[in-house]
């Protein structure tokens, strides 16, 4: 119940903030981008002179893809390489500084897909939905159905079917939001892949978590755990999807 009830709460927060757009979602991002930088460095044993030093850089490179300053453009992805190069240096440690892209640069993704006029909100419901729906077809799927796993020694839960579930539930979305949005067939024919890159996302924090010998990647969110554990689908799925959506547009201007 209380995992189910936290579930929904965090659905509801981010369509309040993805409607929004703006300051209100970037603030929900920057918020989230910070927790998942201090988890990442738990997940590879930082110090916390380390941990506190990754989140400040970060959060540099977050504040400038605010509305208020430069917004998500190519300086912010410059800022990104930076943080590592600063982190890495620092620290000594190329995989610390490694969190500067696997945080930012969904977050930076996230952002520059809202922003996309007139259908950003659509796109950028896609992105986020079809992540969802691969988890929420993935567990079901894989409790009905069973079968072989996936990948045992990585993560003993997830099964095949799951997999399966999983894209089918992400593919069906994403046909009745072209239905009921105007959802581009691009978009809807590259939902599968994504779905799949979604359980790959998966997989690398549940390798995380096993080689740091943790269950979960934190603790604040009661019956999920860390940030990471509700976003790691998102890490690979946002910057593919915010390439679907603004290149063919870069492209025909």
């Known amino acids: ?16 903030c993805l409607t929004l757009g703006g300051f209100p979602l970037w603030l929900l991002t920057a918020v989230a981008g910070v927790f998942m930088m201090a988890e990442w460095s738990d997940l590879h044993a930082a110090t916390p002179r380390d941990k506190r030093l990754g989140q400040f850089a970060l959060f540099a490179a977050l504040a400038i893809m605010s509305p208020l300053a430069a917004g998500p453009d190519f300086f912010a992805l410059g800022l ?31 952002l520059l897909i809202r922003e996309q006029k007139p259908d950003g909100i659509v796109y950028t419901l896609w992105a986020l939905a079809l992540v969802w729906a691969t988890d929420i077809g993935a567990y079901f799927a894989g409790r009905a159905i069973g079968g072989p796993k996936l990948a045992p020694s990585i993560s003993p839960n997830k099964t095949w079917a799951g997999l399966v579930g999983g894209v089918v539930a992400a593919t069906l979305l994403a046909v009745a939001m072209h239905a009921a949005y105007g959802l581009p067939v691009r978009l809807v024919l590259a939902t599968p892949v994504l779905a799949v890159l979604a359980q790959a996302g998966d997989l690398y924090e549940s390798h995380l978590k096993r080689r740091a010998g943790v269950k979960d990647s934190g603790s604040i969110i009661p019956g999920h755990g860390g940030v990471l554990d509700r976003l790691d689908g998102l890490v690979p799925v946002a910057p593919v999807a915010a390439l679907l959506v603004v290149l063919p547009m870069l492209l025909a201007a």
Do not use: D, E, S
């Not at 579930?7 to 981010?14: R, T, W």
């Open 80 to 110: 990104l390489a930076g943080v590592f190069f600063f982190i890495t240096i620092v620290t000594r440690r190329p995989q610390l500084g490694a969190g500067a892209f696997y945080v930012g640069l969904p977050i930076f993704a996230v």
């Open 1 to 16: 119940m209380v995992r189910t009830l936290t579930g929904l709460g965090l659905i509801a927060l981010a369509m309040i």
